[in-house]
């Protein structure tokens, strides 16, 4: 059978969610303000007011636009700003369980196009795993969405994930890792730099530390997919096996692999608007390694991410593992060829 295409980067504000925290957000930590026009948007915990993209609740125009890009299905994860690591615990559990429970409900709507990723409450491991194997168990999750941000200098190399990491690597779950900025770092305030330097920099930062740290030499196993196809790292692998050689720093803590082996335990999606970059990744990490991402409904988003992979990958095989059969096995979808996969084929029919 044909292999889906498979767009793996794509957010949403699902409209029953939008409602209760327009109805009641204080329930769940959420403020809202502004007007309906503009409304803004503050997490309890957090002293950051943001406005809140309406455009990410349009589900209607969502398909179209699939179509229109040749996408057959669609990771729904939430908006990064809502992953509320800023929250107490309980506030942070409630507010993780209504998003995937209303992207559940988008999900269970047109089960043929879509399919969720969960939001977890990423300050408290213990809390995250229960929310974790609730969204996997009720609502047959097999993606996640991570952010880096704690509301202070924890980064996602803390000891204190080591439970988590290990959770989701037993649960085979592919984490959908998101850069986020709340306070935005010196110099980055104009021109747009927060996104276009900021948030390959926020990935490029988390990812190495979790590298020194010794992340992925424990947790080998672990699936973790990086945005913008990996923010700056791939591209400055070198100086980081460099640092590696000829400095004491980053094996500290006890890691003695080399970088770019752990660079090829992970994956990367395809948002560079370049073939030739995606061209580079390939050789650097195979193929095998990347999974076709869009950004979806964001203007930082690629329009057309299946012409740029086709236009990168001529030949079928290399094509046909980026634009979905990586992506069809890492998320157990119909014909990925294990059990689970067929039984989601059979729901999807009835």
Sequence with gaps: MTTPVIDTHAHIIPPDMLAIILRGGARYGVEIGGNEKTRTVRLAGSTYTRPMP?????VDERTKAMDRQGVDVQVLAGWVDFSGYTMPVDLGVKFSELQNESIAAVVAANPARYVGAANVPLQDAAAAIKVLERAATVHGFKAAQISPYFGGNRFLDDPALDPFWAAAQAMNVLLLFHPYDEARPAGLDDYFLHNCIGYPLQTTIAVVRMMFSGVFTRFPELRLKLPHAGGFLPYQIERFRHAADFRPEPRSQGFDGDPLDVLK?????TVTFSPKTLRYLADLVGPERLLLGSDYPFEMGEVDPVATVKAAFPEETAQRAVLGGTAQRLLCLP???????ALRAEAIES
């Design 54 to 58: 309406g455009f990410l609740s349009h």
């Design 265 to 269: 335990q992970l994956y990367f999606d």
């Design 335 to 341: 014909d990925c060829g294990c059990r689970r996969g």
